[in-house]
């Protein structure tokens, strides 16, 4: 009894099957050329496009395998006759639906997710859902993570090759399911190929059961151990430094020494463990270890697939005879009354599959082979805030920015990331602190180039945001002028300009409320021309029990334990009315030389005692009569 292969199309029972050639690989996409032909000459060939095509075998045991896929591209390749007959000659390239995101590029920043769930999101926008998590790792949520640039494709299967998650197909009619996997637990026999023999190939034609022949096993010298390491700001004195040895030491190879060191995870967020990195180094060297010793052969077992599992049994080395995981697999799938060209050569099988398999007991890890895209240069954004306050900040001096390439309203995808601020100086809580205000367009560097890694670096002035002093008129000018917070309008400002322009040169500050100096020890002004201190309410000097206080009134008040003023020439106390001196205690006025106390008025000298007191002359006298 032969096989039974059919072909379920949306032209129905007129196209029939001919053959098929599948590639198919853990972590790959499959392609499958499919030919058919049609007694219909003029197939709507545009209209088949994209859509779901179906192969059925039905083994002679009765096993049934489907092979499910969208057209990816068609073809009207010419006409055969058989057995009289003229048919039109059809090929098709089905592939997987996630195929649809090779076609798409994109640029999306995504928070708080996990790999698997961004995977998820990502084949959801190209209407795939059928996708099967078999996963026994945990996956951190990232803070944020970075599509740049790249193929929807190309962004998932960087991401999941960096994490270690893999995936395969399963197929049923009229649809296949995307399964991810990263470890054997995701992986089944299947009924009836649990275990298959191994037949030479002269020995083939004699077995009734399916079997496996051309078996091979093949080693390769190979890296054996992978050091990786990185720097988390959040935890600056953490080693990071991951170390993993590639094989078991009974598989290792006899050439040694051959480490790979690799600074920065590149994939790896902040504010991550040691262990993180521990895992990241142990799925490198789990990819690495696939080839380190593969198996590949040869079956008419039409139950083996990628992703499945079988036993190797009759070998005539014992070792082989163990368990094997199918990590890649070519099928040719012919049927014999509709090949084109008439038939097929006498010793092609109905069904043949080649196959590349690893130990049941070692990891599969698909090759990091997917670049990771790179920021060669700077870029621009634009300072973004989740409040209704101009100043957006995390106690680290992050600010959220939005990049100019973000695309609002895509699912899933956040249109700002936290992003460091570079200062001028930064030291243990002293050095410079300027932060980027909402609306303000800042200049974006990348670290290694990475997305993922950005670093305001600086900002610049666009037609919303000009310069603080108008331009070309103002060119001598520089400085730093701000804006006072919530609601500060052009007029709510501080400053410090500096004007240098020839002969009229000069330095401005400038507080809007109040200016506050300090000195611990010493400060000296020196003044070459005028000194002029103007203030609106009043001045006040003060050192210990001493002060000098000036009011906008015009009065001024000298405190003091002690009050001197001495001149070394003149001292002159005038007042415009009236003058009064006191003293608690004593009052003592004395002069070197002369010494004149006038009146144009009165005098009166009042004591309870007085004496006038001459020691060479004393004279009383006046103009009019004196009266003791």
Known sequence: MAHAITLSSNLGSSLL?????????????????????????????????????TVKLVSPQGYTRYFNGIVRDAQQSGFVNIDGVRYAVYGFTLVPKPWLSTRRRDCRIYRGMTVPQIVQSVLNDVGYSDVKPSLSGSYPAREYCVQYRESDFD????????????????????????????????????????????????????????????????????????????????????????????????????????????????????????S?????????????????????????????????????????????????LVTETEI??????????????????????????????????????????????????????????DIAVDKYGRVQVTFFWSRPGKPHADNSCPVRVAQLWAGKRWGAQFIPRVGQEVVVSFLDGNPDRPLIIGSVYNADNMPPYSLPDNKTQSGVKSRSHQGGGSEDYN?????????????????????????????????????????????????????ITM?????????????TINGEMNVTLMSGIAMEINSKANLNMSSIAAMEILSEADCLIQSTNLQLIGTATAVLGGDMPMIL
């Open 332 to 389: 040719r799938l012919v049927e014999p009354d509709y090949v084109t060209g008439g038939g097929i050569d006498d010793d092609e099988e109905p069904f043949r599959c080649s196959f590349k398999a690893i130990h049941g007991r070692q990891p599969f890890r698909t090759a990091q082979t997917t670049p990771r895209p790179r920021i060669a240069g700077l870029q621009t954004a634009v300072v973004h805030g989740d409040t209704a306050e």
């Open 155 to 274: 962004f998932i299967s960087r991401l999941m090759e960096q994490e270690g998650i893999y995936y395969f197909f399963t197929h049923a009619e009229g649809s296949h399911t995307m399964v991810l996997a990263d470890a054997l637990g995701a992986h089944t026999t299947v009924p009836s190929f649990e275990q298959i023999p191994y037949a030479p190939p002269t020995e083939r034609g004699k077995r009734m059961k399916a079997s496996i022949s051309d078996w091979q096993t093949s080693r390769e010298v190979n890296t054996t151990r992978v050091q990786l390491d990185d720097y988390d700001y959040l935890k600056p004195k953490a080693s990071l430094l991951a170390s993993e040895e590639l094989t078991d030491q009974a598989d290792a190879t006899s050439v040694g020494g051959l480490e790979v060191y690799d600074w920065s995870y590149e994939y790896v967020g902040y504010d991550q463990k040691q």
């Open 17 to 53: 099957f001919s053959n098929l050639s599948a590639e198919e690989a853990l972590g790959r996409l499959f392609a499958y050329r499919l030919e058919a032909i049609s007694k219909n000459a003029s197939a709507d060939l545009r209209a088949l496009l994209g859509t779901p095509m």
């Open 551 to 563: 009011k906008s009134s015009g009065e001024i008040d000298i405190q003091g334990t002690n009050l």
């Open 495 to 547: 400053e410090i300009r500096f004007e240098d322009r020839k002969g009229a040169e000069q330095v401005l500050v400038h507080a809007q409320k109040d200016l506050r100096e300090e000195s611990e020890h010493d400060h000296d002004v020196q003044v070459g021309h005028s000194y002029t201190l103007t203030a609106g309410n009043q001045i006040r000097l003060v050192t210990g029990l001493a002060s």
């Open 276 to 324: 993180d990195g521990q895992r990241y180094a142990q799925v490198r060297a789990d990819a690495l270890n696939v080839p380190l010793l593969l198996s590949q052969g040869s079956t008419d077992a039409c139950g083996l697939a990628t992703g499945v599992l079988f036993r190797l049994k009759d070998f005539p080395l014992a070792d082989a005879n163990q368990e094997y």
